[in-house]
C-alpha cells in the first residue's frame, strides 16, 4: 500500500492507497511509530484511497488509536468507502474509534483535541 | 487453476501475499458471474473469505489451501480445504462492546466470517479442515445499514 505523510498544521495526515489487509497492515504501524516516536501524535488517517480492509487492516486502525490514546493523542479515520465504513460498523469498532465521512471536519476534531476544545 | 462458467478452483500457500491474489481472482469471478446490482455482495463474500482464509494462514499451520466457488441461481458457495491441525472457526464469538475498555487489536475475523456470509460450515474431513460458506444473492446482510 502507499502512504502519503503531510502536516497541516501540527497535525499529521496520512492518505492511504491500496489495500489495508494482512500483508500491508504492518507498514501502517511502523509509520505510525516512527512519528509517534517524535511526538507526533495526532493522526488523521484518510481512507479515502483504500480499496479494501480485511481484518487486519482494522486491527491495525486499533493499534494504532491505543498507541496514540496511551500517549495523549488521538486518531481519526476519515472518508471511508462503503465497504471499508461497513467494516467499522459491523465489528462495532466505530463506537471505539473516530470515523467519519469528511476530512475537513475529521483536521477540526484533531486541532481541537489539543486544545480542550468540544469536538 | 479452473474456471467455467460458474466454478472456480484454485490451490495455493498460505501465506498472505497468496491470499491477496487469491482474493483478486475470486473477486474477478464474482465480478463476472454476478447480477449486476450486486457489486456489494461480492465485497462482502471475498471479505468473509478473506476473513477465513487468513485464519487459516495464521491457526492452522496448513502447507496448502484448496478453494472452490460455485455460484448458483440464488448463492454462492465456497469451500474451503487447508491440511492444517484441526481448527474449528465457527465456534461462539462475540463482539467486544462499546463498554469494554482498551481497544482489542485483534479477534475480529472470525466475528466478520460469521457476520457477513448467511451460513458458515465446519467438518474434519480426513486429514483437512473443511469449511463451507455459503450467501445468498438477495439476502442483506445485518451490517447494511
Known sequence: MEINISMDGDIVVMDLAGDLVASTAEQLKAQVEKLADKHFNRILLDMSGVNFMDSSGLGMCMAVHKMLLQSGGLVVCARPSEAVAKIFRVTRADQKLRVIPDRGEGVRILHASATGAPQ | ?145
Open chain 2, 1 to 145: 487453476m479452473n474456471r467455467s462458467e460458474n466454478r472456480f478452483a484454485l490451490v495455493f500457500e498460505p501465506v498472505f501475499p497468496k491470499i491477496d491474489e487469491a482474493r483478486a481472482a475470486l473477486t474477478a469471478f464474482l465480478q463476472r458471474s454476478a447480477p449486476a446490482d450486486a457489486a456489494s455482495f461480492c465485497g462482502d463474500f471475498c471479505l468473509a473469505a478473506t476473513e477465513a482464509l487468513n485464519n487459516v494462514v495464521e491457526h492452522s499451520g496448513a502447507s496448502r489451501i484448496e478453494i472452490a466457488c460455485a455460484v448458483y441461481p440464488d448463492a454462492v458457495l465456497l469451500s474451503i480445504k487447508d491440511d492444517g491441525k484441526p481448527f474449528d472457526p465457527t465456534g461462539k464469538v462475540s463482539l467486544p462492546g462499546p463498554e469494554a475498555g482498551a481497544a482489542p487489536e485483534g479477534g475480529y475475523g472470525r466475528s466478520i466470517v460469521m457476520e457477513l456470509a448467511d451460513s458458515v460450515h465446519y467438518r474434519r474431513q480426513g486429514s483437512l479442515n473443511a469449511l463451507t460458506l455459503r450467501k445468498s444473492w438477495t439476502k442483506q446482510s445485518r451490517g447494511g445499514r
